[in-house]
Nanobody, 124 residues
Framework: QLQLVESGGDLVQPGGSLRLSCVASGFTINYYSIGWFRQAPGKEREGVSCISRYSTPTSYADSVKDRFTISRDNAKNTVYLQMNNLKAEDTAVYYC?????????????????WGQGTQVNVSS
């Protein structure tokens, strides 16, 4: 069964860090770009970061540049999102998704399978 499972979400204080994981099963991520998206209450889903099939290029939303880092471990069929210097506005449900593309995109149009999400809360 094809699945993407996110984990690592938590409640953290502003300035703190979290590492999200996206574990794939039922397929190998080697052939896919993987994206991280988030949706805050009352807001539209937005692309946060993505990593291309061969790990480069990567892409980041302006709001997370220099704070978030995406990486992939194909041997573990896993993609990570390291989030540093978290802000209250990073509070959202974070989703990972796959895109059959050489170069990834922060638009969600090409992504065909999605995880269930993991909640990130940034609050003092």
């Amino acid at each position: 069964q094809l699945q993407l499972v996110e984990s690592g979400g938590d409640l953290v204080q502003p300035g703190g860090s979290l590492r999200l994981s996206c574990v794939a099963s039922g397929f190998t991520i080697n052939y896919y770009s993987i994206g991280w998206f988030r949706q805050a209450p009352g807001k539209e889903r937005e692309g946060v970061s993505c990593i291309s099939r061969y790990s480069t290029p990567t892409s980041y939303a302006d709001s997370v540049k220099d704070r978030f880092t995406i990486s992939r471990d194909n041997a573990k069929n896993t993609v990570y999102l390291q989030m540093n210097n978290l802000k209250a506005e990073d509070t959202a449900v974070y989703y990972c998704a796959r895109e059959f593309a050489y170069a990834c995109s922060l638009s969600d149009l090409g992504y065909d399978y999605w995880g269930q999400g993991t909640q990130v809360n940034v609050s003092s």
